[in-house]
Nanobody, 125 residues
Framework: QVHLVESGGGSVQAGGSLRLSCAGS????????MGWFRQVPGKEREGVAV???????TYGDSAEGRFTISQDNAKTTVYLQMNDLKPEDTAMYYC???????????????????WGRGTQVTVSS
């Protein structure tokens, strides 16, 4: 069973940076996508960024140019470097993973079956 644990959330002022980490375990294959989604109360969970094992990345519109997704050499931990944070980036950020035969990874939340519990990011103006 895949187990995902996020860390690195917190409170920052607008323009600041945060780095989220997601440690994964229990994978049975390296042919997988890992990534980040976010959700605010009352809204759908949206895709932020995802990465395939070879490093191919896909970003949501909200992340383009400000956020960078990466992974460790073992392809079990995924990171999200968030720069120039804005108040509208305030959300619960969730790590997600699932098995796919190839890239690009989907940004649709329904494509992923494995989720972490989330880490809160709060950006103040």
């Amino acid at each position: 069973q895949v187990h995902l644990v996020e860390s690195g959330g917190g409170s920052v002022q607008a323009g600041g940076s945060l780095r989220l980490s997601c440690a994964g375990s229990g994978y049975r294959s390296s042919r997988k996508c890992m990534g980040w989604f976010r959700q605010v109360p009352g809204k759908e969970r949206e895709g932020v960024a995802v990465i395939y094992r070879e490093g191919y990345t896909t970003y949501g519109d909200s992340a383009e140019g400000r956020f960078t997704i990466s992974q460790d050499n073992a392809k079990t931990t995924v990171y999200l470097q968030m720069n120039d944070l804005k108040p509208e980036d305030t959300a619960m950020y969730y790590c997600a993973a699932d098995y796919f035969s190839g890239s690009p990874c989907p940004l649709a939340r329904n494509a992923y079956n494995y989720w972490g519990r989330g880490t809160q990011v709060t950006v103040s103006s």
